[in-house]
């Protein structure tokens, strides 16, 4: 299962069954999240930002240093606190992962998987809540729908790998970062079977 709302290729993570147990755990994937899509930061601002404390956010963020997925940004620091960034743009996630031989590593995966769910109902929440908030624009582009098919696992796996082929096609589209008409728009896609109950 990937991420698809991150770019593939060597700014990618793959996760493995040690980085994935360094990493599965919901204040060090809302650490995470926050220094991906917002930037290099420090300690006391993300305990700001996500309601904890500052003692919490950094011995979380120094576990995440542990097993690479953040490092000192220097360039940011003008006094004594220390600035963190991510290392990487994405993350990959291997479904062997759910049946490894390990059980440690199978709840961590599962752990994991119900983390990022939950990330995207957040995400999504928010977006209601605030959003009048934004210009005419955005609060008038947006999109919250769902469709139920009758597909195989085969079609299924070609649906998925078109949607994030088309996801992809406009990775390199949009204007310069700074530009006051861009926003970062968060893509969220999810392919899975329904149990419904049959009558004859």
């Known amino acids: 299962m990937n991420e698809p709302q991150e770019p593939q290729g060597p700014q990618v993570r793959s996760l493995d069954a040690r ?15 926050a220094l991906r899509h917002g930037g290099p930061a420090t300690a006391s601002q ?4 996500l309601g904890e404390s500052s003692g919490a956010t950094s011995y979380h963020l120094r576990r995440l240093a ?8 220097p360039e940011h620091g003008k006094g004594r606190e220390r600035w963190w960034k991510a290392v990487h743009k994405g993350l990959r996630f291997d479904d062997a992962l759910l049946t490894d031989a390990n059980p440690d590593v199978r709840g961590a995966a599962d ?15 928010t977006w209601l809540g605030n959003r009048l908030t934004w210009p005419k624009e955005w609060s008038q582009t947006w ?20 949607m994030h082929a088309l996801v992809d096609t406009y990775r390199d589209r949009a204007p310069v970062e700074d530009d006051t008409d ?18 004859d």
């Open 46 to 49: 993300l305990a700001a930002k």
């Open 143 to 162: 999109d919250m729908s769902s469709a139920t098919l009758r597909l195989t696992p085969e079609l299924t796996r070609e649906l998925v790998e078109k």
């Open 19 to 33: 980085s994935l147990r360094g990493l599965a755990h919901p204040l060090r994937m809302q650490l995470l999240d």
């Open 66 to 73: 542990a097993h690479g997925f953040i490092e000192d940004a």
């Open 111 to 125: 752990l994991y998987l119900h983390e990022v769910a939950t990330t995207q109902t957040r995400d999504l929440s």
């Open 182 to 199: 861009t926003a970062q728009v968060r893509i969220h896609t999810h392919a899975f079977p329904l149990t419904t109950d049959s009558t």
